[in-house]
């Protein structure tokens, strides 16, 4: 099982988009595909119209059993998504208190223990990411072997991504093995100057730490997470559904950067 991470910390950027959409399309390849979402706020658990607020079962449960020293059993809050192949371990806002619980540490590694227990099940797992530093983000990164940072084309979220790579320079010196991660523009939109120059600083700036395209601004993202639905099934040929495919495509095919956060070029 492949685990990947998608993370930024900047919230608006696409990171829940990116989960859904990459899974979505390993799903319609036939892979068994689990998308956990760690974010408080539960925008991957909201987008399949489960509401967060009053969830019973869900990743929260599944730290509170780490707390308590029971087995970690992932599947017993697994759900489906309502999408063939796609299953969801959502979020409860009530992961919001994990911070002043996790007291003296020691609940960084649930994710990655938890995942290893269901390897056999899933041949993907992609994991939504907060926005914020901390013990869940920290979950994610662990848990994953390879991160997607989307990056929205504006210049204020340069700052982001910055603070961004920072953690994961910090991290990385943690870690037994460093942590492959990928730049994703996203919500590029041509027609405009500032759009353009955004992307030409994250080129510039930052190099082979960056994807090689875009994901561009299509109002069809919107109306998919309306009705429930990764972009590619809901409206299979836009211009995102055919830019997140050929993000997939290099995820699968080995074409994403190599860069390892234990080895960052600010520039």
Known sequence: ?????????KGGVGKTTTVV??????????????????????????????????????????FQDALARRKLELDRYVRPSGVEGLSVLPASSALSTIERQNG??????VMGNALAGVRGRYDFA?????????VLMVNALAA????????????LALKGLERMLHTLAMI??????????????????RRTRAALQTLEVIRQRFGDQSWRSEIPVDTRI????????PVSRF????KAAAAYAELLEDALSGGLTQQRSGALAHG
């Open 21 to 62: 959409s990459l899974g979505g399309l390993l799903a319609e390849r036939g892979y068994r595909v689990l998308l956990v979402d760690l974010d408080p706020h539960g925008s991957l658990t909201g987008y399949f119209k489960m509401n967060p607020d009053d969830i019973q079962g869900s990743v929260y449960d599944l």
């Open 222 to 229: 919107r109306e998919a997470s309306q009705i429930g639905q």
């Open 172 to 189: 990385g010196k943690s870690r037994r093995v460093a942590l492959r991660f990928t730049i994703v523009p996203t919500m590029f939109d």
């Open 1 to 9: 099982m492949k685990v990947w991470a998608v993370s930024n910390q």
């Open 104 to 109: 003296a540490g020691g609940l960084g590694l």
């Open 144 to 155: 994953s072997e390879h991160l997607f940072v989307p990056v929205l084309c504006e210049f």
């Open 126 to 134: 992609l994991i939504d990411s907060p926005p914020m530093l901390g």
């Open 235 to 238: 409206a299979p040929g836009t």
